[in-house]
């Protein structure tokens, strides 16, 4: 990870004003210390379109995010190469900030992308942890839309029902990958790999 970025994810205080920002001030990145519980309890007060507000909020976090990084950049005329390493290095950059271990996967078709020990999992005992994932996906969805990839995204898997990992699938609309930025993708843990040594 470049030193810019590792700088620019450095949180830091203004005592005067008691807020927390992300590295520098002037990009007015201002955080909001949530417990994941106060995002459990928030669809009770939201009601019925409580799924499609919290995928609305994370993409209005997800969006805030990149356009504080990328300064409003015009990705129109990007290729799809450079919008899949942005993409990977948000997905570092949000696992540095908290949200579990995240990785991408890049298929023809779709991108997989796949969180260990999620906020979820630390209300797995509560069936509304579920609005974490939902939170999720609109952050994701957001990085998608920033970089203007069409995409229809869902949650395939959860460790709330059991799973290892949250996996999210998001199908490309209309358009392929070509064959040079297809990731081979290996399921082999580092423990996995070092018994074999």
């Given amino acids: ?6 700088k620019e994810l450095q949180i830091m ?9 992300f590295g520098d001030k002037k990009k007015d990145l ?6 994941p519980i106060d995002l459990i309890e928030f669809s009770e007060f939201a009601g019925a379109n409580a799924d499609d507000i919290l995928i609305w909020v994370g993409k209005t976090l997800g969006r805030a995010y990149m356009e504080k990084f990328f300064y409003n950049k015009d990705w129109s005329s990007e290729n799809l190469a450079i919008k899949k390493d942005v993409i990977l290095g948000n997905l ?3 696992e540095l900030m908290g949200y579990g271990g995240i990785t991408g996967v890049f298929k023809k078709d779709y991108v997989l992308i ?5 906020l979820a999992k630390e209300e797995s005992d509560n069936i509304m942890a579920k609005n974490l994932c939902l939170l999720y996906q609109g952050i994701f969805l957001a990085l998608f839309e920033t970089l203007l990839i069409d995409v229809n995204g869902e949650e395939i898997e959860c460790v709330l029902l059991g799973h ?6 998001f199908n490309f609309i209309g358009k392929e990958l070509d064959e040079s930025l297809i990731d081979e993708e290996s399921e082999e843990t580092v423990s996995e790999f070092l018994s074999t040594l």
């Avoid at 796949?114 to 999620?118: A, F, L, N, R, Y």
């Fill in 114 to 118: 796949k969180v260990s020990d999620s």
């Fill in 1 to 6: 990870m470049s030193k810019r970025l590792k």
């Fill in 92 to 94: 570092e950059a949000l």
């Fill in 30 to 35: 201002r955080l909001l210390m949530l417990r």
């Fill in 164 to 169: 290892e990992k949250c996996v999210f699938k």
């Fill in 13 to 21: 205080i203004d005592e005067k004003v008691g807020q927390l920002f």
